[in-house]
């Protein structure tokens, strides 16, 4: 069963995200009347339906999950074709303020929904209340700009995600929404021109979902770890999808008008914005008990090794600490989907 969206005006001119909610755990849950929020950002072609399992099993662990559908997807409001046009050929400087307008929507939506739902802050001993930003997959970009834009909300506003922010997640983590350059072998069939167009997006729902066989991670060396074979113990995470659910997560060609113009061009953004929100120091100020974590599962496609060894070395370069880091046995950049429980479990790890 697919999930009613709800909607959430996050601005004067009427701009409206949609949203998937598991509601207020029961007061037997484990955080009992202070549970923890999790706001997730979906990625591109998925919608936010795409957490709903993850959602089922939210309640029974003390957290409210809020999945939050991105503009251009189905319930938000659309994006003006202007706006979408200056990615492509306007300058660096309109590249940046559509990433931070996207940003500020985020922010303003997770502020509104904290005030408007009585969100519980964080407790005396940090246990339970607050909440966290969740990106997984393109949607690592949209938490990263939310939580570096927030300073554009009122000082009230400002004041309240200060004192509930508890963690950012990067869940699978492409190194297209951290601006960092991808690997020299990798390849996508999103941007394979060889494919015909029609037949890109089933092509590349089915392979993404994949299980694939990897090398040494220990080597951070990408010719190591790059996906030998898809897995065949495990099959691809669509096919754990009916019809239904495979029509409300996949948005096909519907959205690529802003959404692969957004990450062709747009790499020096993405990875200021991630600089950003990872290390500096005012934004870390800010936020004094966020944590940033970043999760991968050891059977995903490539992408996301690439941005975990990049930001591996970052960190290092940084005096270590900035991010925290976990490798998830078992997998993939679905795991959200079929192994909700154990992911849920790692999550709640990042807030601890």
Same mark, same amino acid.
């Given at each position: 069963?697919?999930?009613?969206?709800?909607?959430?005006?996050?601005?004067?001119?009427?701009?409206?995200?949609?949203?998937?909610? /598991? %509601?207020?755990?029961?007061?037997?849950?484990?955080? $009992?009347?202070?549970?923890?929020?999790? +706001? !997730?950002?979906?990625?591109? #072609?998925?919608?936010?339906?795409?957490?709903?399992?993850?959602?089922?099993?939210?309640?029974?662990?003390?957290?409210?999950?809020?999945?939050?559908?991105?503009?251009?997807?189905?319930?938000?409001?659309?994006?003006?074709?202007?706006?979408?046009?200056?990615?492509?050929?306007?300058?660096?400087?309109?590249?940046?303020?559509?990433?931070?307008?996207?940003?500020?929507?985020?922010?303003?939506?997770?502020?509104?929904?904290?005030?408007?739902?009585?969100?519980?802050?964080?407790?005396? /001993? %940090?246990?339970?209340?607050?909440?966290?930003?969740? $990106?997984?997959?393109?949607?690592?970009? +949209? !938490?990263?700009?939310?939580? #570096?834009?927030?300073?554009?909300?009122?000082?009230?506003?400002?004041?309240?995600?200060?004192?509930?922010?508890?963690?950012?997640?990067?869940?699978?983590?492409?190194?297209?929404a951290l601006g960092i350059p991808k690997a020299e072998?990798?390849?996508?069939?999103?941007?394979?021109?060889?494919?015909?167009?029609?037949?890109?997006?089933?092509?590349?729902?089915?392979?993404?979902?994949?299980?694939?066989?990897?090398?040494?991670?220990?080597?951070?060396?990408?010719?190591?770890?790059?996906?030998?074979?898809?897995?065949?113990?495990?099959?691809?995470?669509?096919?754990?999808?009916?019809?239904?659910?495979?029509?409300?997560?996949?948005?096909?060609?519907?959205?690529?008008?802003?959404?692969?113009?957004?990450?062709?061009?747009?790499?020096?953004?993405?990875?200021?914005?991630?600089?950003?929100?990872?290390?500096?120091?005012?934004?870390?100020?800010?936020?004094?008990?966020?944590?940033?974590?970043?999760?991968?599962?050891?059977?995903?496609?490539?992408?996301?090794?690439?941005?975990?060894?990049?930001?591996?070395?970052?960190?290092?370069?940084?005096?270590?600490?900035?991010?925290?880091?976990?490798?998830?046995?078992?997998?993939?950049?679905?795991?959200?989907?079929?192994?909700?429980?154990?992911?849920?479990?790692?999550?709640?790890?990042?807030?601890?």
């Open positions: 069963m697919v999930q009613t969206l709800q909607t959430l005006s996050v601005e004067d001119n009427g701009v409206q995200l949609a949203y998937v909610d /598991s %509601g207020i755990p029961s007061p037997d849950s484990p955080f $009992g009347s202070d549970y923890i929020t999790l +706001f !997730a950002i979906h990625g591109f #072609v998925f919608s936010a339906h795409v957490f709903e399992k993850l959602a089922t099993v939210a309640k029974s662990s003390g957290v409210r999950l809020v999945a939050i559908m991105r503009r251009d997807y189905p319930g938000s409001t659309p994006i003006p074709p202007a706006d979408v046009e200056s990615i492509s050929t306007g300058t660096d400087d309109d590249r940046a303020a559509y990433l931070r307008a996207r940003g500020i929507e985020i922010a303003a939506f997770v502020d509104k929904f904290v005030e408007t739902h009585n969100v519980p802050p964080p407790t005396a /001993s %940090g246990k339970g209340g607050g909440f966290a930003i969740l $990106g997984w997959s393109m949607g690592s970009a +949209f !938490a990263n700009a939310a939580v #570096v834009n927030a300073d554009a909300l009122n000082e009230a506003a400002q004041a309240r995600f200060s004192r509930y922010m508890r963690s950012l997640i990067y869940l699978d983590a492409p190194y297209v072998k990798f390849w996508t069939p999103i941007l394979d021109e060889s494919i015909p167009l029609h037949l890109r997006v089933p092509f590349f729902a089915n392979w993404i979902t994949s299980y694939f066989a990897h090398g040494d991670f220990s080597t951070r060396d990408p010719d190591v770890v790059e996906y030998i074979v898809p897995s065949p113990t495990r099959v691809p995470s669509i096919y754990h999808m009916n019809d239904a659910q495979r029509e409300a997560i996949v948005c096909g060609e519907s959205t690529w008008t802003s959404e692969v113009p957004f990450m062709v061009f747009c790499e020096p953004q993405f990875y200021a914005t991630y600089q950003r929100a990872a290390f500096d120091e005012a934004v870390r100020d800010r936020f004094p008990n966020m944590k940033v974590w970043a999760l991968v599962g050891d059977c995903g496609a490539s992408f996301a090794f690439t941005a975990l060894f990049k930001m591996q070395e970052e960190d290092e370069a940084c005096g270590g600490g900035n991010i925290n880091f976990r490798i998830i046995k078992g997998g993939n950049h679905f795991m959200h989907w079929d192994d909700p429980e154990d992911t849920l479990k790692v999550i709640l790890d990042t807030m601890a």
